[in-house]
């Protein structure tokens, strides 16, 4: 959701420019824009993609070693040229770009009317363009300070940069809620709202906290102060990222590749931390919170969309291995609600991009009322990750489709080490039953391989169902949380509805919809509750639904009844999750494709959802 670049050294900016506008197409927007400093300062923006933005400016004069550019993902004003980033100051003497929501920009705009101020576009962004210009003026103070000021008056979240035309060398940056990314380089500057536009560049980052402002001059140290104007000493760390993990690598889309990378990022998930052969599990990151985690009454897991799926299966693992209450709850309700919280809970927040602004609020909720939060995110320092008190990184790498695939699966994988941990601290597991999970756990990434060699079946399916106009996705326990998953990604990405149900809650309404038409899609693992939904597919067959049956290899009772099935390896019954999401992300891939869908940038939908 809205990428920030921006640049300052010995280079000329556009080329980086516009190259890190695609490495941060990924996050879903719609229109784009930047500007260049060279004799003086220009804005080229446009709605629509960054291609847009280069055929817009092929014949125009793109000097300059100094610039800024923006992806935007319209909140206030409709995706169109005027509201496109960057924004010019009344006076046009600075240009801004933006990520986040100035909530109070109504009043700000009024009193800025009041004063003269004639606006371009509906947006917030501009208000604060020209606020921090009318502090300038008034107030008689540099550019820093202008924008230390300004923001001391905003309300809301925000990542910006801001340069001015008649300075050649400098570039401010300020962050809250929003993230933000300086990459330092030899004599160069880079600013980036993550660190996919950098890595190429140079390694070494400082990621601004909330409410700092970062003062970034050609061939000068970095300086960072607070808005309340309190000196700060910049953190310089190293990225682990590699500029490999962001390319496509021969799959024709991203979202393919990281499906196929799964193998690989559960097992880079659990790297070091499940020790089959020793009986243990080695959880580093919240080792210290272990003893907490033995005396809390209750985990209340906060999250959005996929992240909240994985926090099902999460609650499921943590209840049958551990004994303790879980509740999952989506980080957007939590957060306005007055939830029951106290100071021995335990609250875990996952989340892929640990930017998503609902989780961050549900986060502070919690903590403001004393309990302990955890953090499970890939993106390694992101928002969540340093606002947590403790945390598991995923490991699943660079996520680029917008539709989540292995950062789920990831995620699932380190919510099982979690339980299974706690299990074994808490004593409520037998040591061998204990060994026998991890041993099978271990050899969950080669299942997950010979899962991914069943698509011929899912090609198959997607073609002949690729036409259809709905979907129902049926499971019950662990399957219960893969088959919403399942309809989601179908959602996303192909624009078929489709509804994830528990299979016998079928019965209290949308038994209704089936017909010969509704492909009926049933997780039918041989565990658990394994006749149960056999009744179910026998319910959906009475009423002539098509059944889509993901079965355990071998499995003969649903052959018989289901219309196609896929097998999946067989599993112990908490780790079914890890194995038969695959097809249904592969089926969801195929069709989209089918459908001549955009299906790493599916419409209207962002890759981190940076405002609530
Ligand atoms: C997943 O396919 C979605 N695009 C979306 O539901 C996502 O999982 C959600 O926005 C939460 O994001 P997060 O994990 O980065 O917090």
């Known amino acids: 959701m809205c990428g920030i670049v921006a640049y300052v050294g010995p280079q000329q900016a556009y080329p980086i420019l516009i190259k890190g506008l695609k490495r941060l197409e990924y996050r879903g927007y719609d229109s784009a824009g930047i500007a260049l400093l060279n004799s003086k300062l220009n804005i080229f923006k446009t709605k629509g993609k960054v291609s847009e933005l280069e055929k817009l400016v092929k014949d125009a004069d793109l000097r300059g070693t100094i610039g800024i550019a923006h992806t935007r993902w319209a909140t206030h004003g409709e995706p169109n040229n005027e509201n496109a980033h960057p924004h010019f100051s009344q006076s046009k003497s600075i240009a801004l770009i933006h990520n986040g929501i100035i909530e109070n920009y109504a009043s700000l705009r009024k009193e800025l009317e009041s004063r003269g101020y004639v606006f371009q576009s509906s947006t917030d962004t501009e208000v604060l363009t020209n606020l921090i210009e009318d502090i300038q003026i008034n107030e008689g103070v540099d550019l820093l300070e202008a924008v230390r000021i300004a923001l001391n008056q905003v309300i809301g979240a925000y990542a910006i940069v801001v340069m001015s035309h008649d300075d050649n060398d400098t570039l401010i940056a300020a962050r809250k809620?929003?993230?933000?990314?300086?990459?330092?380089?030899?004599?160069?500057?880079?600013?980036?709202?993550?660190?996919?536009?950098?890595?190429?560049?140079?390694?070494?980052?400082?990621?601004?906290?909330?409410?700092?402002?970062?003062?970034?001059?050609?061939?000068?140290?970095?300086?960072?102060?607070?808005?309340?104007?309190?000196?700060?000493t910049p953190y310089i760390q190293e990225l682990e990222m590699n500029l490999d993990a962001l390319e496509k690598g021969g799959y024709e889309h991203f979202m393919l590749k990281e499906i196929h990378?799964?193998?690989?990022?559960?097992q880079d998930s659990m790297r070091g931390r499940l020790h089959a052969e020793l009986g243990a599990i080695t959880l580093g990151g919240i080792l210290d919170y272990e003893q907490k985690l033995i005396n809390a009454s209750k985990i209340t897991i906060v999250a959005c969309g996929t992240s909240w799926h994985a926090g099902l299966v999460g609650e499921y693992l943590f209840e049958d291995l551990a004994r303790i209450p879980v509740e999952v709850e989506y980080a957007s309700e939590f957060r306005y609600r007055n939830p029951i919280i106290c100071e021995k809970d335990i609250i875990i927040a996952i989340s892929q991009s640990g930017e998503t602004a609902d989780t961050l609020a549900a986060i502070e909720l919690a903590k403001s009322k004393g309990a302990t939060i955890l953090g499970i995110c890939n993106v390694v320092g992101s928002s969540i990750a340093r606002v947590t008190h403790a945390g598991i990184?995923?490991?699943?790498?660079?996520?680029?489709?917008?539709?989540s695939t292995k950062a789920f699966t990831s995620q699932v994988a380190v919510l099982t080490l979690m339980a299974l941990r706690l299990a074994q601290l808490k004593g409520t597991i037998p040591k061998t039953r204990f060994n026998q999970l991890l041993n099978e756990l271990e050899l969950i990434p080669e299942k997950v391989q010979q899962?991914?060699?069943?698509?011929?079946?899912?090609?198959?399916?997607?073609?002949?169902?690729?036409?259809?106009?709905?979907?129902?996705?049926?499971?019950?326990g662990y399957n219960f949380p893969v088959a919403l998953e399942g309809a989601l990604k179908l959602k996303e990405i192909s624009y078929i509805h489709a509804e994830g149900y528990p299979a016998a809650e079928m019965k209290h309404g949308p038994i209704a919809l089936i017909d010969e038409q509704m492909p009926v899609v049933v997780i039918a693992t041989n565990k658990g509750t394994y006749e149960k939904v056999i009744s179910n597919i026998q319910e959906v067959k009475a009423r002539k639904g098509v059944v889509i049956?993901?079965?355990?290899?071998?499995?003969?009772?649903?052959k018989g009844m289901a219309d196609y099935t896929i097998e999946i390896p067989e599993t112990e019954e908490m780790f079914v999750p890890l194995l038969a999401t695959i097809p249904l992300q592969k089926l969801s891939y195929h069709i989209a494709v089918m459908r001549g869908c955009n299906v790493d940038q599916p419409r209207n939908l962002a890759k981190s959802v940076t405002v609530e």
């Open 549 to 558: 049956a993901i079965v355990t290899e071998g499995d003969l009772a649903v």
């Open 177 to 232: 809620g929003s993230p933000l990314v300086i990459g330092i380089g030899i004599d160069e500057y880079f600013v980036a709202s993550d660190a996919s536009p950098i890595i190429e560049y140079t390694k070494n980052v400082v990621y601004l906290d909330n409410e700092e402002v970062a003062l970034i001059r050609r061939n000068k140290d970095l300086k960072i102060k607070t808005i309340r104007n309190k000196d700060k």
């Open 451 to 476: 899962t991914l060699k069943g698509s011929k079946k899912v090609l198959e399916i997607a073609e002949k169902f690729k036409d259809v106009r709905n979907f129902l996705y049926l499971g019950r």
């Open 393 to 403: 990184y995923t490991h699943a790498g660079p996520e680029i489709g917008v539709a």
């Open 261 to 266: 990378e799964q193998p690989h990022s559960i």
